[in-house]
């Protein structure tokens, strides 16, 4: 895919999800002149580590995107409670909707489809009834999913995995989390690239192709 001027949407369920996912393959269609749009559901104030100010995780959402590359304007933060997205499901809808019309998206990339948890579900399936005229990638993260279909992989180069490691450091309230660590990252990144030949890659799960 060529991605020069299009339009991508980022959906991340709580700050940081969308770094994990495709923080590499922003790195690289925002090199490739994409305008890339990173929508965050939730900033997850129930679950911000003592010793942080409750807002800590939207100012490290802001760090870790402009780290990547993305305009503070193209970011938007939603505040519901960690865990119960659930529970305003309609809401969030109508605002994707809104983000939709405003938008109108090349790509779009949500979690994947095999994802537990229960926020990244909700947002998975309202993510697909808001963008369903928009190429859909669901992204990985292994440690929500019983199993992942990689049924498209985005090429990386070193640059682009160490943006993504480098934007992930933002986020000092997650620090000591195994999936944060910079070495499974690259791990990861490697494993991919290498089903395809190539140094670094990340995988996706194709919910929504359009040609």
Not at 5 to 17: G, Y
Not at 91 to 102: F, G, Y
Not at 148 to 162: A, H, V, Y
Request: aromatic share 10%; hydrophobic share 40%; charged share 25%.
């Amino acid at each position: 895919m060529d991605f020069k001027n299009k339009k991508l949407v980022v959906l991340a369920p709580h700050t940081d999800d969308g770094e994990l996912g495709c923080g590499g393959t922003i790195a690289k269609v925002l090199d490739e002149g994409a305008t890339v749009y990173y929508v965050a559901l939730s900033t997850a104030e129930q679950s911000v580590p003592e010793g942080f100010p409750k807002n800590r995780l939207e100012i490290e959402v802001k760090e870790a995107t402009k780290a990547l590359g993305i305009p503070e304007s193209n970011l938007t933060v939603f505040h519901h409670e960690v865990r119960k997205l659930n529970y305003v499901r309609q809401e969030i809808l109508e605002s994707l909707v809104q983000l939709r019309n405003k938008i109108q998206p090349d790509l779009v990339f949500l979690p994947s489809s095999k994802d537990i948890h229960q926020d990244h579900l909700t947002v998975m399936q309202e993510g697909i009834r808001a963008f369903k005229y928009s190429t859909i990638l669901g992204y990985e993260l292994i440690w929500n999913n019983l199993s992942f279909d990689t049924d498209c992989f985005i090429k990386l180069n070193e640059d682009q995995i160490n943006r993504k490691i480098n934007a992930l450091k933002c986020y000092k309230t997650q620090e000591g989390k195994a999936y944060m660590n910079s070495d499974f990252i690259k791990s990861l990144a490697t494993v991919r690239g290498t089903q395809i030949g190539t140094q670094y890659a990340e995988a996706f799960e194709v919910i929504r192709w359009i040609i």
